[in-house]
């Protein structure tokens, strides 16, 4: 289970986050301790790179945030998410923003450049999931 790719995501919410879910990818088969979960063994129809967009997302946290209770994070917690699947082209977008983002963070670029792909892909995301802009200003003004 700690062999290969993972998405691993803060277990224990951070209160300062407001129980935003905090999720990055695992390509170094790294050791995973209690203090956060792992995603791995995902359908071969879904991207991690997608996947990992979509968990960030404004859209995912706002859902997360109305249903979850407890300081930790649960596996039930994450059965509840509403996993939509993208086309391909929807896939590829997102999968390319959410690289480009794990790149910057690699090359150290200002975290104005990293909130404007995470913008993008939000942006992205409420398109695959047909928000609208009432919606939408209800989501971002949580």
Do not use: W
């Not at 700690?2 to 951070?14: A, C, D, M, T, Y």
């Not at 993208?86 to 794990?102: D, F, M, T």
């Amino acid at each position: 289970m700690f062999r290969g790719k993972k998405i691993v995501l803060q277990r224990i919410k951070n209160q300062n986050l407001r129980r935003r879910l905090t999720c990055s990818i695992d390509e170094d088969n790294r050791i995973i301790l209690d203090s956060v979960r792992m995603i791995y063994g995902i359908n071969k129809e879904i991207d991690f790179h997608y996947l990992l967009g979509l968990l960030n997302s404004k859209l995912l946290n706002f859902y997360f945030k109305s249903f979850s209770l407890y300081p930790r994070i649960n596996a039930d917690d994450l059965d509840n998410l509403s996993i939509k699947i993208p086309s391909e082209s929807q896939a590829k977008e997102i999968k390319e923003l959410v690289e480009r983002i794990i790149k910057f963070h690699k090359e150290g670029k200002s975290e104005q450049d990293i909130k404007n792909v995470d913008y993008e892909i939000d942006e992205k995301i409420y398109k695959l999931y047909g928000i609208t802009e009432e919606e939408k200003e209800v989501i971002e003004g949580s």
